[in-house]
T-cell receptor
Framework: GAGVSQSPSNKVTEKGKDVELRCDPISGHTALYWYRQSLGQGLEFLIY????????KSGLPSDRFSAERTGGSVSTLTIQRTQQEDSAVYLC?????????????FGPGTRLTVL | AQSVTQLGSHVSVSEGALVLLRCNYS??????LFWYVQYPNQGLQLLLKYTTGATLVKGINGFEAEFKKSETSFHLTKPSAHMSDAAEYFCAVRAGANNLFFGTGTRLTVIP
């Protein structure tokens, strides 16, 4: 079956512009995660959605970052007034349940470059 | 709080040699532990995971890892490296939180 898909695969933007990154999780997966992978660093948790519950936004680095998940499926990560330090690969993952044991299935990521 | 330390950002082995990638974790509650592999320009793929039960877990592509609570370790091993194993490997822990905490990764190079 189809895995997690993300679009665009690459995004180049100018400092100060807003960007939207899209994630299509695996059908039926109720949990969705966004992570950021910066050069030379590990993956940094950003936000978590589980069903209709309020999202866990504890990892968002600033109020310029926001995310929504419509209809319990597709998610959009928005970065407003982008800065050069926002340049990274943004990874989305989904999981069939929100319990700790379950594997997270990752998409290929969106590489964001802020000039 | 949880954290993961991967010793060695780069590891090189000869083809056919033992692969050992080190991972130590910190957790105040019983952890779930994961190893992911990332090939160039691809997303992360799960190699193996430990939740409960047997402390030696086997994964895909001949990899295995052993959970050692006394050492707070979850090292990844493979008896014989193959050229196709060249990739970046991430150890992760999940304990009492929604998300995974990842290490900074180890890039494995396999020398022919």
């Amino acid at each position: 079956g189809a895995g997690v898909s993300q679009s665009p695969s690459n995004k180049v933007t100018e400092k100060g512009k807003d960007v939207e990154l899209r994630c299509d999780p695996i059908s039926g997966h109720t949990a969705l995660y966004w992570y950021r992978q910066s050069l030379g660093q590990g993956l940094e948790f950003l936000i978590y959605f589980q069903g209709n519950s309020a999202p866990d936004k504890s990892g968002l680095p600033s109020d310029r970052f926001s995310a929504e998940r419509t209809g319990g499926s597709v998610s959009t990560l928005t970065i407003q007034r982008t800065q050069q330090e926002d340049s990274a690969v943004y990874l989305c993952a989904s999981s069939p349940e929100g319990t700790s044991r379950n594997e997270q299935f990752f998409g290929p990521g969106t590489r964001l470059t802020v000039l | 709080a949880q954290s993961v330390t991967q010793l060695g950002s780069h590891v090189s082995v000869s083809e056919g040699a033992l692969v050992l990638l080190r991972c130590n974790y910190s957790s105040s509650v019983p952890p779930y532990l994961f190893w992911y592999v990332q090939y160039p320009n691809q997303g992360l793929q799960l190699l193996l995971k430990y939740t409960t039960g047997a402390t030696l877990v086997k994964g895909i592509n001949g990899f295995e890892a052993e959970f050692k609570k006394s050492e707070t370790s979850f090292h990844l091993t493979k008896p014989s490296a193959h050229m196709s194993d060249a990739a970046e490997y991430f150890c992760a822990v999940r304990a009492g939180a929604n998300n995974l905490f990842f290490g900074t990764g180890t890039r494995l190079t396999v020398i022919p």
